[in-house]
């Protein structure tokens, strides 16, 4: 059987990606104000499903302009080592986790689909060391920094599904969103 899981939200208690930007923007105080700046036009964006890719771009070029793709990378696991260490503000929930540990006690493949960017979630999904498939937003470089490619939200998530061999429908589905009603339409 397949379990699919959503991870902001539904296996943390907050959301991921603006945690690491907003940890990211702080770090100078020129990507701050930049972050600031821009955040009348980008929150709104990021609110509207039809906008909110362009709009998520826009704090997350912000807060990576200048990052080579192993320093992103690098970015996104001492994000989770802070994590891990409870220096943020994010946390596992614990009954998604006992739900995702018995779908993992009963053999089910367990994939987590996710809009966060796919390097932040293997950062974060590797402190669990549990076996998961991780299929989340890819990135792309633009300008010298880095903004959403393909964003795995929507029906997105069951589009990156069947592209990894998934097919069109999966026992079961976990998340905290109307936004993945596409992926809980599919679910037994």
């Known amino acids: 059987m397949l379990a699919v899981f959503d991870m902001d939200g539904t296996l943390l208690d907050g959301d991921s990606t603006a945690?690491?930007?907003?940890?990211r923007a702080k770090q100078s105080p020129l990507r701050l104000l930049a972050a600031l700046a821009v955040l009348p036009f980008a929150l709104p964006m990021v609110a509207l499903p039809s906008t909110?890719?362009?709009?998520?771009?826009?704090?997350?070029?912000i807060s990576t302009v200048g990052l080579t793709e192993r320093q992103l990378v690098t970015s996104c696991e001492r994000f989770a080592r802070s994590f891990q260490d409870g220096t943020n503000s994010l946390g596992w929930k614990?009954?998604?986790?006992?739900?995702?540990?018995?779908h993992a006690r009963a053999g089910d493949r367990i994939v987590v689909v996710t809009a966060a960017p796919t390097c932040l979630a293997k950062a974060l999904l590797d402190t669990l060391d549990r076996?998961?498939?991780l299929l989340g937003t890819s990135l792309k470089p633009v300008m010298g920094g880095w903004v959403a490619d393909i964003h795995c939200r929507h029906q997105r998530k069951c589009q990156a599904l069947a592209q990894a061999g998934h097919g069109a429908h999966w026992a079961y589905a976990y998340t905290d969103s109307?936004?993945?009603l596409p992926l809980l339409r599919a679910a037994e």
């Open 94 to 102: 614990s009954q998604a986790l006992r739900v995702l540990e018995d």
């Open 178 to 180: 109307l936004d993945d």
């Open 52 to 61: 909110r890719r362009p709009g998520a771009s826009m704090l997350l070029w």
């Open 131 to 133: 076996p998961v498939e």
């Open 19 to 23: 945690t690491w930007l907003w940890e």
